[in-house]
């Protein structure tokens, strides 16, 4: 074939692939376009996931109506005028793209008028046609229709998922972009009803409120601001009681843009580590600020992604501030000093050892996840203060859970994840302070291991000694064990097997000191279906009501069931 230009709507079209993925994209580009422009007030609808019907009104300054025809060109824009200001952009736009894109793929149709007009204009472009630009009558702002979104690109369109999927797309990134701009009051209409509403009263309290549900916004706590470096990390993050069972309830953003970074999600999950069960994630709003020139906003046409000049960096202060924030918010700890809007009301502090029952619907509401404390690193911050009321051991249930009497009813023990609860924070102290009291066998215990198991064994030797456990390799598959962590009264064999599977499994985001500690003390806990005596009983509960974060095991499962008074009044029908 010979080399020919394509023409302008060819050209259009694939360009627009690249902006227009799917109708959430759409929506994105048009409320960053309202934003721009300075609305205050962003109303969204849509209809069958987008594909139908996506329209944005807004009440911004709006286009005269000579440059509506420029508006849809490709690389025009009013935000950017050299290479240069790139830097300092302060605008979502700048490439000057996603009119023309949005107009190449859809029936579309922008009408506009500028404050002071007595009307507005509208131009009317069906698939990358432009029409003429006609007067019409209609309410200061910007109001932009996209139909039949992608009817001239079959691909795409079979590409597209369910309306439903589309549609949870788009209620995200207008999330998103509504906790990114608390002072701008957003609306998402989907198929004739309201699904979001922002107040606009500029607290991102509030937009939380909107977003989550007051009972959900209670547990999500302001990140306090730390100045000392060059990244500032702020935001509210959501506290462990408030876990999702997928990931999109964590919106990220970089000098106020809603970006998608693996890298900074994991720094929090990281910053969750033994806080929440394996499946649950963080929500919240994690936002970072830094100098413009540290982050590169242009690296993907639709701008989901940016480049750190310090990625590293970002993750750690990311990481760091996450952490201190659900530190500083175990029980028995003053309130935060600094709350991050002084015109907001502080965060009423509702956590409680035991999720509150008035909340929840189930007669049995299950305990939370306390912040703990789990890393060596924080060994200075010392809490005593039992986060347990103390409670009156009543008797074992199918051997496995302890039945007792608190000041408020009736608590459910699981008698392993206690344990382990137990031995967990035992461990982690001994590290932090005197390191980990050790047992000498009289004989050492010689053990035939896998290739794995002894690999495991010889790559972790030092942080297995840290921990108490003294072995030696001889032979190609076996081991001697001459000390074990005092915490190990029985089995050794049967947990030094499991500890060396865990780190040869490698997997999960932890310190391979962290997973010996948290499988040690998983497999040398007591386990369900043993039998206990109630002395035994009492001192595990003792030992439990110590704990820091006696709520759960250092997998983060549940450790306690609470029914309080009122829970069994209510249920005995009493009240
Ligand atoms: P960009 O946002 O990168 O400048 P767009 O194609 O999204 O490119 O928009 C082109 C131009 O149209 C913008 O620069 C702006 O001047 C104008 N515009 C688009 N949407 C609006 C709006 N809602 N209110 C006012 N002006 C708008
Ligand atoms: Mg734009």
Not at 235 to 247: E, F, K
């Amino acid at each position: 074939m010979p080399i020919v230009r394509l023409d302008e709507p060819t050209i259009r079209r694939i360009a627009a692939g690249e902006v227009v993925e799917r109708p959430a994209s759409v929506v994105k580009e048009l409320v960053e376009n309202a934003l721009d422009a300075g609305a205050r007030t962003i109303r969204v609808e849509i209809a069958a996931g987008g594909r139908e019907l996506i329209r944005v009104l807004d009440d911004g300054c709006g286009i005269p109506p000579e440059e509506l025809p420029l508006a849809v060109e490709r690389h025009s824009t009013s935000k950017l005028q050299r290479f240069e200001d790139l830097a300092r952009l302060s605008s979502y736009g700048f490439r000057g793209e996603a009119l023309a894109a949005i107009s190449a793929v859809s029936d579309f149709e922008l009408a506009s008028r500028v404050p002071g007009a007595s009307h507005g204009a509208r131009l009317r472009v069906r698939f990358g046609k432009p029409g003429r630009v006609e007067p019409v009558g209609m309410p200061p702002g910007t109001t932009v229709t996209v139909r039949d979104l992608f009817a001239t690109v079959p691909a795409r369109r079979r590409f597209l998922r369910q309306d439903t999927t589309e549609t949870a797309y788009i209620q995200r990134a207008l999330t998103a972009l509504a906790l990114a701009h608390p002072e701008v009051r957003v609306e998402l209409v989907v198929d004739g009803r309201t699904v979001l509403a922002t107040p606009g009263r500029g607290h991102l309290l509030d937009a939380l409120v909107a977003v989550f549900g007051a009972d959900v916004a209670a547990q999500i706590v302001p990140i306090e601001p730390d100045g000392d470096r060059e990244v500032i990390v702020h935001g509210a993050i959501g506290l462990p009681s408030v876990s999702r069972a997928n990931r999109q309830s964590l919106f990220l953003l970089v000098n106020g843009r809603w970006i998608e970074s693996r890298s900074l999600v994991a720094a929090i999950e990281q910053a969750f580590h033994t806080l929440l069960m394996v499946g649950r994630y963080p929500i919240g709003v994690v936002a970072v600020a830094l100098p413009p020139d540290r982050v590169d906003v242009n690296v993907h046409p639709t701008k989901r992604e940016v480049r750190f000049a310090d990625e590293r960096a970002v993750a750690a202060a990311v990481h760091d501030a996450v952490r201190r924030t659900l530190l500083a918010h175990l029980p028995d700890r003053p309130p935060p000093r600094v709350t991050f809007d002084p015109l907001t009301p502080p965060v009423v502090e509702r956590r409680l050892l035991v999720a509150d029952p008035s909340r929840a619907p189930a007669p049995i509401a299950t305990a939370p996840a306390e912040p703990a404390r789990s890393e060596t690193r924080e060994a200075g911050d010392d809490r005593t203060g039992s986060r347990l009321p103390v409670l009156r051991v009543l008797g074992q249930l199918r051997q496995s859970y302890i039945i007792a009497e608190g000041p408020d009813g009736m608590y459910l023990v699981d008698q392993h994840a206690a344990h382990e609860r137990i031995l967990l924070e035992r461990l982690l102290d001994e590290l932090a302070t005197r390191g980990v009291e050790r047992q000498r066998l009289l004989q050492p215990l010689v053990l035939e291991l896998s290739p794995e198991q002894c690999a495991a064994c010889e790559r972790y030797a030092s942080e297995l000694a840290e921990l108490g456990w003294e072995i030696e390799l001889f032979g190609v598959a076996s081991v001697a064990v001459r000390a074990v962590p005092a915490v190990v009264q029985r089995n050794i064999e049967r947990v030094l097997v499991a500890v060396l599977d865990e780190l040869a499994s490698g997997g999960r985001a932890t310190t391979p000191l962290e997973r010996i500690a948290i499988s040690t003390a998983c497999h040398a806990a007591i386990r369900a279906g043993q039998e206990l005596t109630l002395s035994e009983m009492r001192d595990l509960i003792r030992q439990l009501e110590q704990c820091r974060a006696p709520n759960a095991c250092g997998h983060g499962r549940p450790t306690v069931v609470h029914l309080s008074t009122e829970d069994l009044e209510r249920h005995f029908g009493r009240r």
